[in-house]
């Protein structure tokens, strides 16, 4: 027999046919203790070696991209000061109203480093560099990618660009820091000046005028800058009376000079400088001895013993305690043969007196290299906090210093100004008189003491500019660009890592739905979740891994597994439903190509060969496979018998194994309209009278209609599921068309199992 080959056992007595019996409830689908989560790992399973294959394909793609667009940046950092309070040299002004308005400068400061006319003029200096030249806008860029940061209650700006490039980084934060200081703090400046030329030529001009309107002897006749009585020049100087103290110090005037001058604004300027300079020396001595106590404290922390607790805890340690052991078993070791020797110097006894010295010079090592470390630490921390307060000390010293040699360099400009000024005609009181005072009533008088008064303002307004452009800028380069470091590699090294996993993730994903849509038979808990048929056999391999004519045929052991597993379902078929009376099995599928020719002819080789008389019926007429099997030509057979063109004599063929076959014969038209009605019942009840079973092989259940004609005529139907070709939404609506037609017997044969199914 060219087919597969089985065990012969002896005959059974031939059952006799009973009257059909009624079908049995539907038994209900069995559920399978495999859930959605053994699918998928089944269906992983499948396709792994593509999940691995493409998986690292797309991993690499996806790694390789987020590599590129993750990569880590070079970052330099920048830092501006920006007082909270405006230093001058003529005095703090009112430094409240300075603080309440530092958050508004400080965010317009912040809006004037990103502003076009700053970075363009940055953009000036760093165009070639190459990270510029690569961008198509440089200027939207660099606003983009230029970070500038304030923290709320501090007095630094932090500038922070970030690159790929290190150099290029480093480079861009210098430019836009000189360009800031250029474009906006020194033009501030210029404008000061140029505001403080304007006033000074003002003050020229009105100046030629009084001396040109006023009358003789009323303006100072050496040109002096305010106007003096009409009675006469300015009143010199008086010198000190008798027994007058001199000036305390250099830069000095006298009381009675600044008696007499009134309450100018050069006298209260003159005031407030000398009480900085009175005060200020007082502030930075109490300054320099609370940074001397600092120091003693850092020394003291220095210095101080190791604290008990330390020791102990040192002691305690496992690399401690380990050599120390060692020391003292050294030492005991030691003792004990000092002490029972007659040789206390006998070589022996100095050799562990040699090895006790090490192990203690070892555990003092340890110990001291342990406590060095512990200790070192420790005083860092306590030290950390003194160290901070030192540090803002030593600051407040160099601010208070700067403000005393700031104030010691605009006394002696005062002071001279305040010679050079007229002194006033005194009245009761010592007050200034006014001109309406001193004259009497005239137009011209009143021009002139308009004139006079917008004098005397541009006097004070010229010396405040001067002082103010003396004064040292609000705002100054506290640091320039730092050295580029790399801050975010980990978010470069993570997201390269997660778009390589997503690679193996999404081919999997895709495995997943792919064979959800499909929905293709992948276990034998698919097939019994599948139809409420139970599953009366389980076939281990694939048609074409057990037949002798394919190259797998050859495999000794998947052939036997394959005749083993064929004897179990012919033993369940004789025992269950032919030992009832059936005596017509049917064999289909839910479509074509599923194995239902390889089950027939091995059940009815398997039936043949334990004394059945069997007779094997090709019923797909359309495509016929059976001959194929049985390695005969197919000849008249069904469709002749259809057509009466032969009888059944002629066509049965006889087969070594002892089966009868009736092959399908020639299709035709004639034969597909007798295949239905009285004349399909007629010939299968001539196929069943000489035989006791005969299995008819049948087209597939849910493409042609003979197929149904022959299952509804039958006792049993066999419905066969292969592995990765049976869809299972068509499974289970072959079984519901077979559970319609109330065939009294029906069951699920699965091909392609494991070796594990294969023993249910």
């Known amino acids: 027999m060219n087919g597969p080959s089985f065990a012969t056992h002896p005959a059974p007595a031939a059952p006799t046919a009973p009257p059909r019996a009624p079908r049995p409830a539907t038994r209900p689908g069995e559920k399978s203790d495999d859930g959605a989560a053994m699918r998928v790992l089944i269906y992983l399973r499948l396709h792994w070696l593509m999940i691995a294959f493409c998986g690292t394909l797309l991993g690499g793609a996806g790694a390789f991209v987020a590599w590129e667009l993750l990569a880590s940046k070079y970052e330099s950092t920048g830092m501006l000061k920006v007082s909270s309070v405006q230093s001058t040299i003529a005095g703090p002004g009112n430094q409240q109203q300075a603080k309440t308005d530092f958050v508004t400068y400080t965010n317009t400061i912040k809006t004037l480093i990103k502003s076009d006319f700053v970075l363009n003029a940055a953009l000036r200096d ?28 501090s007095e630094v700006i932090r500038v922070v660009f970030k690159g790929h ?82 000036a305390p110090v250099p830069g000095a005037i006298p009381p009675f000079v600044l008696d007499r001058l009134g309450s100018t604004f050069f ?60 020391m003292v078993q050294s030492y005991r070791l030691w003792k004990e043969r000092e002490n029972t020797s007659a040789n206390p110097k006998a070589p022996a006894i100095l050799e562990l007196k040699h090895a006790y010295e090490a192990d203690e010079a070892r555990h003092k090592e340890v110990r001291d290299e342990k406590l060095k470390t512990f200790e070192a630490d420790r005083r860092v921390r306590e030290a950390q906090p003194t160290a901070k307060e030192l540090e803002k000390v030593i600051q407040r010293i160099q601010q208070l210093q700067e403000q005393l040699d700031h104030a010691k360099e605009a006394l002696p400009r005062v002071v001279k ?64 660009a730092s050295a580029p470091t790399q801050k975010d590699t980990k978010k470069q090294v993570l997201g390269t890592a997660f778009a390589s996993i997503m690679g193996f993730v999404l081919m999997a994903l895709g495995v997943l739905g792919f064979e959800m849509m499909s929905k293709r038979v992948s276990s034998l808990a698919d097939v019994k979740t599948s139809s409420p048929a139970p599953v009366v056999g389980v076939i281990p391999c694939a048609p074409g891994d057990a037949t002798a004519s394919q190259g797998g045929g050859r495999d000794p052991v998947k052939r036997a597994a394959t005749n083993e597993s064929i004897d179990k379902l012919r033993a369940y078929v004789s025992q269950t439903w032919l030992s009832r009376g059936a005596t017509t099995i049917a064999v289909t599928s839910p479509i074509g190509d599923e194995g239902k020719a390889f089950t027939a002819f091995g059940l009815a080789s398997s039936l043949a060969q334990a004394g059945y008389k069997t007779l094997l019926v090709d019923f797909d007429l359309r495509e016929p496979a059976l001959h194929a099997y049985a390695g005969v030509q197919n000849a008249a057979g069904v469709c002749e018998l259809l057509r009466a063109e032969t009888d059944m004599r002629a066509a049965v063929q006889f087969l070594p194994s002892g089966l009868h076959m009736l092959p399908a014969g020639k299709w035709s038209d004639e034969a597909r309209k007798a295949a239905t009605g009285e004349k399909l019942e007629t010939l299968l009840a001539k196929l069943k009278e000489p035989y006791d079973c005969v299995v008819i092989h049948g087209h ?61």
């Not at 165009?127 to 709320?152: F, G, M, N, R």
């Not at 011209?444 to 002082?467: G, P």
Request: proline share 8%.
């Open 126 to 153: 760093i165009k070639d560099l190459p990270t510029i030249k690569a961008q198509k806008e440089p200027l939207k860029y660099l606003d983009e990618e230029l970070i500038v940061s304030w923290q709320d209650g």
């Open 165 to 246: 490039a290190p150099e290029d980084a480093k480079k861009i934060v210098d430019a836009v820091q000189k360009a800031f200081i250029e474009q906006v703090v020194e033009r501030e400046v210029r404008d000061t000046r140029k505001f403080q030329a304007q006033v000074e030529d003002s003050y020229t001009r009105i100046k030629e005028k009084l001396r040109l309107t006023t009358k003789p002897g009323t303006i100072a006749k050496d040109g002096g800058n305010g106007v003096i009585p009409a009675g006469g020049p300015a009143t010199p100087v008086a010198p000190p009376p008798p027994g007058a103290v001199p």
């Open 267 to 326: 006298t209260g300027e003159y005031v407030k400088i000398r009480e900085k300079i009175d005060q200020l020396p007082l502030a930075i001595h109490a300054a320099e001895r609370e940074r001397e106590v600092l120091r003693e404290r850092l020394e003291f922390i220095k210095k101080a013993p190791v604290p008990k607790t330390i020791e102990d805890a040192i002691d305690a340690m496992q690399d401690v305690a380990v050599t120390k052991v060692r």
């Open 417 to 480: 100004q305040l010679m050079e000024l007229p002194a006033p005609t005194e009245k009761s009181g010592g007050a200034f008189a006014s001109r309406f005072e001193r004259e009497p009533y005239l137009p011209e008088n009143s021009d002139l003491e308009t004139v006079d008064s917008v004098f005397r303002r541009l006097i004070l307004q010229k010396e405040l500019l001067k002082l103010a452009v003396e004064s040292p800028p609000r705002v100054e380069i506290l640091q320039a």
């Open 700 to 760: 597939a259940l849910l493409t042609v209609a003979e197929s149904v004609e022959v299952a509804r005529r039958c006792e049993v139907v066999l419905m066969c599921a292969k592995y990765r070709e049976t869809v299972t939404p068509l499974l289970k609506r072959a079984a519901d068309r077979v559970a319609m037609m109330e065939i009294p017997y029906s069951g699920i044969v699965y091909i392609g199992a494991t070796d594990q199914e294969s023993l249910c």
